[in-house]
Nanobody
Framework: QVRLVESGGGFVQAGGSLRLSCAAY????????IGWYRQAPGKQRELVAT???????NYADFVKGRFTMSRDNTKNTMALQMNSLKPEDTAVYYC????????????????WGQGTQVTVSS
């Protein structure tokens, strides 16, 4: 079964760091772009960062300078290093294969994984 599994979330104080991991199963996804999304309670899911098959990254303005996305194709994993965390970063974080058309990023898997919870206290 082709799927992506998120891990690495937790509880951290403001200013702290967490490293999330997205592991791919059933396929290598080496030729695919990957996106990290998040969804806070009562809010819509939003795009946080993307990484192309070649390693080019893009970030939402609200995480620029604080989050770094990377990928290790030998391990079939993608990571999101989150530094200087803020309470407003509290959300469930998800990864998905994405298709990027200019300014538009489209998640490819209609069924999302369970995600990983990130909670930042003030």
């Amino acid at each position: 079964q082709v799927r992506l599994v998120e891990s690495g979330g937790g509880f951290v104080q403001a200013g702290g760091s967490l490293r999330l991991s997205c592991a791919a199963y059933g396929s290598t996804f080496r030729s695919n772009a990957i996106g990290w999304y998040r969804q806070a309670p009562g809010k819509q899911r939003e795009l946080v960062a993307t990484i192309s098959s070649g390693g080019n990254t893009n970030y939402a303005d609200f995480v620029k300078g604080r989050f770094t996305m990377s990928r290790d194709n030998t391990k079939n994993t993608m990571a999101l290093q989150m530094n200087s965390l803020k309470p407003e970063d509290t959300a469930v974080y998800y990864c998905n294969v994405v298709l990027i058309h200019g300014e538009v990023t489209i998640p490819q898997f209609a069924s999302w994984g369970q995600g990983t919870q990130v909670t930042v206290s003030s």
